[in-house]
Each structure stands twice: as structure tokens, then as C-alpha cells.
């Protein structure tokens, strides 16, 4: 069982930041293609961005310019900086990581921007 363990979700007002975090097993984020979705209230999970082959990224065209993802390898970690938070970017947000056609999910954290 692959555990990838997201954090740093919260309240925060409109035009706030997050930053989020998703902690995976070494083996799993050596070898993955590591990305964030999200889901909002009554909404299909959605892509946010996930890198791609040469350490390219690949944005939704909603997560273009506030959105930035980053990883750590020392740490096997991944991170989603959330810019200017607006209302509709309340939603849990999910770390993936994919690897030889299989999808791997942490639980989610969750993102509430309201005032």
C-alpha cells in the first residue's frame, strides 16, 4: 500500500497563500510522475499540475500563474504554493503519483477560502 501524505491545508481568506505538501516513499517519488488534482464540493476531480518527463510541468489552464508546484528529492517531497486563493479554489486537494500506468492517492487535504 503506497501512502503519499498530504498537508498544509486550511482556512485562509480570499488572496491568501498555502503551500502544500505531499510526503511519498522514496521509491514511489524517485520513480513517479508527481502531480496535485483537486476536488470541489459536487465536482469531478480535476488536475491542477503534474510534472512531466524532463522536469517540465503541466498546468490546467485555471492553475496558470497562481498556482506553482515544486519538489524536494532530498525529501521526497512534492509542494502546491496556492497564490491569491480564491473562493473557488475551496476543494480537497490530492496528491498523485503515477507509475508504470498505476494511480496512487493520498487522502486529500483540505483548502476552505472563505471571508
Known amino acids: 500500500q503506497v501512502q503519499l501524505v498530504e498537508s498544509g491545508g486550511g482556512l485562509v481568506q480570499p488572496g491568501g497563500s498555502l503551500r502544500l505538501s505531499c510526503a511519498a516513499p522514496?521509491?514511489?517519488?524517485?520513480?513517479?510522475?508527481m502531480g496535485w488534482y483537486r476536488q470541489a464540493p459536487g465536482k469531478e476531480r480535476e488536475l491542477v499540475v503534474t510534472?512531466?518527463?524532463?522536469?517540465?510541468?503541466n498546468y490546467a489552464d485555471p492553475a496558470a500563474g497562481r498556482f506553482t508546484i515544486s519538489r524536494d528529492d532530498a525529501k521526497n517531497t512534492v509542494y502546491l504554493q496556492i497564490n491569491k486563493l480564491k473562493p473557488e479554489d475551496t476543494a480537497v486537494y490530492y496528491c498523485?503519483?503515477?507509475?508504470?500506468?498505476?494511480?496512487?492517492w493520498g487522502k486529500g487535504t483540505l483548502v476552505t477560502v472563505s471571508s
Open positions: 522514496g521509491s514511489i517519488f524517485k520513480l513517479s510522475v
Open positions: 510534472f512531466i518527463r524532463g522536469g517540465n510541468t
Open positions: 498523485n503519483a503515477y507509475l508504470n500506468g498505476m494511480n496512487y
